[in-house]
T-cell receptor
Framework: GEDVEQSLFLSVREGDSSVINCTYTDSSSTYLYWYKQEPGAGLQLLTYIFSNMDMKQDQRLTVLLNKKDKHLSLRIADTQTGDSAIYFCADNFNKFYFGSGTKLNVKP | DSGVTQTPKHLITATGQRVTLRCSPRSGDLSVYWYQQSLDQGLQFLIQYYNGEERAKGNILERFSAQQFPDLHSELNLSSLELGDSALYFC?????????????FGPGTRLTVL
């Protein structure tokens, strides 16, 4: 089955950019997603990218997709303490596969 | 608030018992998905229903079963519970079958098996 991998932790200072990386194994996915999970809450869709795109920008969020390397990244510009959460990448080839989540810690 | 509701919020039970988790999708959503989130396994897709029919199956144990009712709410039944079943169980819904844009997640049910 599909394997989606992420690094577990990322720590940045407030105001810096955060880059969260994700690799996946199946290249047939139509869409790739980034979800955010705040403590004690469910997952919230942040953004998604269609598989024929290389980049998508949405306010402070930039998604980069490298299909050749099967690498997806989420860049958060001007990271705020409110961005502290767990970030999941996911793809939906037949079923939804989620990465293990990257815990982003933003230090004031 | 995603519009997806799950009950109960917390559930504490003993090994060997059976529990039922309930999910009400957003109004108008026909698909319901169940996920298990545990510390060691991460977030795993369990099963999906669309308009009452099973559509996709993930890593769901045989001790677990689910169904979607005519009013589109769904129940996840967990039986012969083991300590390792302790986890957060999320339900999500979407408008279409395997909606390619967005699943809306409920707040989850935290199951503790003692």
């Amino acid at each position: 089955g599909e394997d989606v991998e992420q690094s577990l932790f990322l720590s940045v200072r407030e105001g810096d950019s955060s880059v969260i990386n994700c690799t996946y194994t199946d290249s047939s996915s139509t869409y790739l997603y980034w979800y955010k999970q705040e403590p004690g809450a469910g997952l919230q869709l942040l953004t998604y990218i269609f598989s024929n795109m290389d980049m998508k920008q949405d306010q402070r969020l930039t998604v980069l997709l490298n299909k050749k390397d099967k690498h997806l990244s989420l860049r958060i510009a001007d990271t705020q303490t409110g961005d502290s959460a767990i970030y999941f990448c996911a793809d939906n080839f037949n079923k939804f596969y989620f990465g293990s989540g990257t815990k982003l810690n933003v230090k004031p | 608030d995603s519009g997806v509701t799950q009950t109960p919020k917390h559930l504490i039970t003993a090994t060997g018992q059976r529990v039922t988790l309930r999910c009400s999708p957003r109004s108008g959503d026909l698909s319901v998905y169940w996920y298990q989130q545990s510390l060691d396994q991460g977030l795993q897709f369990l099963i999906q229903y669309y308009n009452g029919e099973e559509r996709a199956k993930g890593n769901i144990l045989e001790r677990f079963s689910a169904q979607q009712f005519p009013d589109l709410h769904s129940e996840l039944n967990l039986s012969s519970l083991e300590l390792g079943d302790s986890a957060l169980y999320f339900c999500a819904s979407s408008v279409r079958d395997r909606d390619d844009n967005e699943q809306f997640f409920g707040p989850g049910t935290r199951l503790t098996v003692l």
